[in-house]
């Protein structure tokens, strides 16, 4: 009884997902223009401050969402769709297609986008603060209130 629990409970589905977040614009950064100095290629670094802990996107986007994602005010606050999907690894992995009003076409061999999850807590001896434990994988209170980082 208890393996057969453990094998149903590690089957996820491989379905796609959709999940709509806010996030805030931390940075942009154009990376490649056209003769007439329009953006082609440019990455949006996103914090999702409803996370619990540090939860940070960076998205390269092409042609079309470079434009639109370059003109909006950083420390925005605007709303973000993503998709999850099973990786070639097996892991689920969660990806920007709209920043705002912006909408991006994420590249599967895009290797420049990534996402950086941490939790700290502080490490105490004797009531003075001596150092910091952090976490680097989702936690279940991360999960709970920002279920598209479940890997």
Known sequence: MALALVAASSCKST?????EARAKVTKSTVNRRDAAGVPTVADVELSFTSCPGEVLKLVRGGADF???ATKIALGTEVPIKLITAVRRNGRRSARVVQVGDCKRTPDP???RSYETIRTCEKTETDGIVVGFKCEAQPTPAMLAACPWLEQ
């Open 66 to 68: 470079a434009p639109c």
């Open 109 to 111: 061999t895009d290797s």
């Open 15 to 19: 379905k796609e997902r959709s999940f």
